[in-house]
């Protein structure tokens, strides 16, 4: 099975109704109790599922919709409301150590980094359902890739903002290409704990 994700795109409109529900629901922040994020840096933050979109120009959302997750691709719908615009990446990617990370990483980052260099103010919210693995993960490129931190800064500034994180380690061994050293994975403090259903 070829765990390489697809490069389409479904551009300005939705990836299925109730995807457009959620978005909609999230962008007017009606789920949102203000515990379910952090802020990293004063322009990237991450959450899980129930975080409002309304203070953020860009959203990724590595948790749904699962038909993008069955065939593994990058969807991004716009919404306007109120007068602002959130552009949202919809990534269809599984939480499991069988995931290729950097080709969810070769779609998203370059989009990501040209929003940023339009406009360094650029709000972004990463979220997956927890907000523990995937969206880490994806956030920590960002700040690596985008706003050239090192690996070892990102992930301890991150794990010091939301404590909460429990990246797979498959993760974070996939973003060894984003690193200019080695990395050295046991000098970070990585947790898991069990699925809990």
Request: glycine share 6%.
């Amino acid at each position: 099975m070829n765990n390489s994700p697809t490069r389409t795109e479904t551009h300005s409109s939705p990836v299925n109704r109730s995807e457009r529900m959620r978005f909609y629901i999230n962008m007017n922040g009606a789920m949102d109790d203000g515990f379910v994020k952090h802020w990293i840096t004063p322009t990237v933050c991450i959450g899980d599922w129930r975080s409002s979109y309304t203070e953020f120009d860009v959203v990724v959302n590595a948790n749904m919709p699962h038909n993008l997750i069955a065939h593994r691709k990058i969807g991004r719908m716009e919404e306007t409301l109120n007068g602002r615009t959130c552009t949202l990446y919809l990534v269809g990617m599984y939480d499991s150590d069988t995931e290729d990370l950097n080709g969810y990483l070769e779609i998203l980052l370059p989009r990501l980094k040209k929003r940023y260099e339009q406009d360094p103010n650029t709000t972004f919210l990463f979220h997956c359902f927890a907000g523990k693995s995937r969206s880490v993960v994806i956030a920590l490129a960002f700040l690596v890739e985008v706003m050239g931190m090192t690996f070892e800064a990102a992930y301890e500034l991150v794990k010091t903002k939301r404590p909460i994180i429990e990246p797979r380690p498959s993760f974070i061994e996939g973003l060894r290409p984003l690193t200019a050293s080695p990395l050295d994975i046991s000098k970070l403090t990585i947790t898991t704990s069990p699925l809990k259903i």
